[in-house]
């Protein structure tokens, strides 16, 4: 006999998805609007399966039109909830209350695993922010079939679109924010059926995420360039080889004193004969001025830093934040293609 249990689970935030509304925010370089082909309609659902240990599981994402986790009747289409169903063999019979409470225990464990799986992926890959672990409260509706199946279907409400909405992509506040397309598909379930661990330079800019949208710039500005030191360090030095250990050693005993900057600029010269600030000099002022602001939230706790360029004492407000994410995204990708692969 097939047991599956089925938990409708309602997101603390959205997962936004490219559709034929919110298209119109997505430009090309030059400023035409992007197709509608790659598109999810504005209601409806889309599942992924994949097999979760004994278990068959798929979740199904429901379409519908979430509201902003911090502002109240706002709202934006995108995934409002999710079902995830759970199906194996069992040979326990109904009647038996105790193997029957032991069996939905461990049906539920491995739904809040699933959970956190789904939204740790969409949290990280997808840039969506105030993706909260799950609790009771998330829980809808649960439902258990013997050998059947469900119909989905979900509501439309109004819809109000507004820029400040966090994570919308394509919009001043996405900050590394993408949209969940069709063509993500093979991606999506590839990512929950493997998933991979998530670097702490990735935590840490999605906590810094989700402090710029809350308004906390002082410790936006601490996660930020900490993500930066760590991304830097582990891309000239490798998590685990025996150049970071030593380095790890030479550090501690003080007889090596170099900074983030210091390797993305001199050091990247010796690695690939150029360095970070002489091919783009004014991201290299941004990520001055972030590491500058850094230094006097941690030692004087002020978000305040003297304008590499003005020499002006200026305080980091939301749009020095989000022009220092931009840079740090930059940096990242520059990283990547050019440390990571010499």
Known sequence: MKVTGI??????????????VTHYFEHDPIGNPQPVADCFPLIGSFPVDFSFREFSCQVTFVLGFPGNFLQRYQTMPGVEKIKISLSADSDIDPADEDKMSALKNRYLLAMWDVSRRVL?????????????????????????IQDGKESISATAANAIYVDAFPGLPFSKHALGSKPVRPSNLDAIQKGLQQPRE?????????????????????????????????KVKRTFFGATSITNEIFDWLSDAQK?????????????????????????????VALDNLFRCRNKVAHKGEHEYRDVNSQKIKVADEQALLEWWEAVDHLFNWLDASIGKA
């Open 256 to 284: 090596v004193q170099v900074s983030a900057l210091e390797l993305i600029s001199q050091g990247a010269k010796r690695v690939i004969g150029v360095g970070y600030k002489e091919q783009f000099p004014a991201m290299s």
């Open 198 to 230: 998530y670097d702490v330079h990735e935590q840490l800019r999605s906590q810094a995420r989700e402090a710029i949208f809350t308004e906390n710039y002082r410790l936006a500005v601490m996660l930020l360039a900490i993500a930066c030191e760590v």
């Open 7 to 20: 938990y409708t689970l309602n997101l603390d935030a959205p997962i936004f998805v490219a559709n034929p």
């Open 120 to 144: 740790d992926y969409f949290r990280y890959e997808h840039g969506f922010p105030f993706l909260r672990p799950m609790n009771a409260q998330n829980i809808a509706e649960v439902s258990w």
